[in-house]
């Protein structure tokens, strides 16, 4: 069975993502002839080409796809293994929570204060980030828990438990015909002429499409949440027959930390008390 190196995925990861062998051994900070080398030398263990080289870079091959896949989660697992062992020795234990601000549907200070008072806890860091990171820093080991919603998430490799349903609104220019309405059905939705953005992920509107809604040019499904961080050139309007999104507490799968069982748990707890977001 062959066994491959870590230097080995990195190279090819690199390649790979770069599609080109100079980028590539820029991004490594390498001459490109040994890289190319390493390359050649991978393929022949594996006894399958990779990379289908062109003039203008390098295409995958199906077995390179599948390599970059594979290879992108040990390169990831490997950097988590060395970021949670490095945590797990300082002298002060703590349990890193890692949010995007205003997704918790008024959950986290209950939550903090139900922890603080489980036997034994531990101090409770919170790392914020942008829509969608949370699933990625986690992996990666920058977190020991995440609050984030379900849509928009590779959650491979995590385990979850759902707490909320964050409920759909639609994003509209204020000035648009819907913004003063006090809910909006899908089909309303879908006979009204500015085109509609439908996927209601966490991953957020990225500023070009919000401002294509604040010029009454497009809308937005988005979850109701967001409305905390709209543009004052923004309304969110509800859509009551929209799927909600699920919020959930994420956590390594197989992790056995009875700090992060408890605070699971406490989490758990509160959220049988909670009504979904309004």
């Known amino acids: 069975m062959q066994r491959l ?7 090819f990861v690199a390649v790979a993502e770069e599609r080109h062998f100079g980028r590539a051994a ?4 390498i001459a490109q002839p040994p890289l190319s080398r390493a ?10 080409p990779l990379l289908e080289r062109t003039s203008r870079g390098v295409l995958l091959t199906p077995a390179g796809d599948v390599l970059l896949q594979d290879g992108r989660r040990v390169l990831q697992a490997t950097t988590a293994a060395a970021e949670r062992t490095r945590r797990a020795g300082e002298t002060r234990p703590r349990l890193i929570l890692i949010l995007k601000p205003g997704i918790d549907g008024g959950l986290l200070p209950e939550l903090l204060d139900a922890y603080a008072r489980t036997p034994d806890p531990v101090p409770v860091d919170l790392r914020t980030c942008d829509y969608a990171e949370q699933a990625d820093l986690l992996r990666a080991g920058h977190g020991d828990l995440a609050l984030l ?5 590779d959650l ?17 220019a204020h000035d648009h015909p819907l913004a003063a309405r006090p809910h909006v059905s899908l089909a309303e939705l879908d006979h009204d002429p500015t085109p509609l953005w439908r996927a209601a992920s966490a991953a957020g509107p990225p500023g070009e499409l ?9 809308m937005k499904l988005a979850p109701a949440s967001v409305r905390h961080q709209l ?4 309304t969110a309007v509800p859509v009551p027959d929209a799927p909600p999104v699920p919020v959930l507490l994420a956590w390594p799968e197989h992790h ?21 977001l309004a």
């Open 210 to 218: 919000l401002q294509l809604v604040a010029l009454g040019r497009a």
């Open 231 to 234: 543009r004052r050139d923004l």
């Open 5 to 11: 190196e870590t230097r080995e995925l990195a190279y």
């Open 149 to 153: 919603h379900a849509h928009g998430q």
């Open 156 to 172: 491979a490799g995590l385990d979850t438990e759902q707490l909320l349903l964050d409920p759909v609104v639609v994003l509209v």
């Open 26 to 29: 820029a991004r490594l900070g």
């Open 256 to 276: 056995r930390s009875p700090a992060i069982a408890r605070l699971v748990q406490t989490a758990l707890t509160i959220a049988t008390r909670q009504p979904d």
């Open 39 to 48: 390359i050649k030398l991978l393929e022949r263990r594996l006894g399958v």
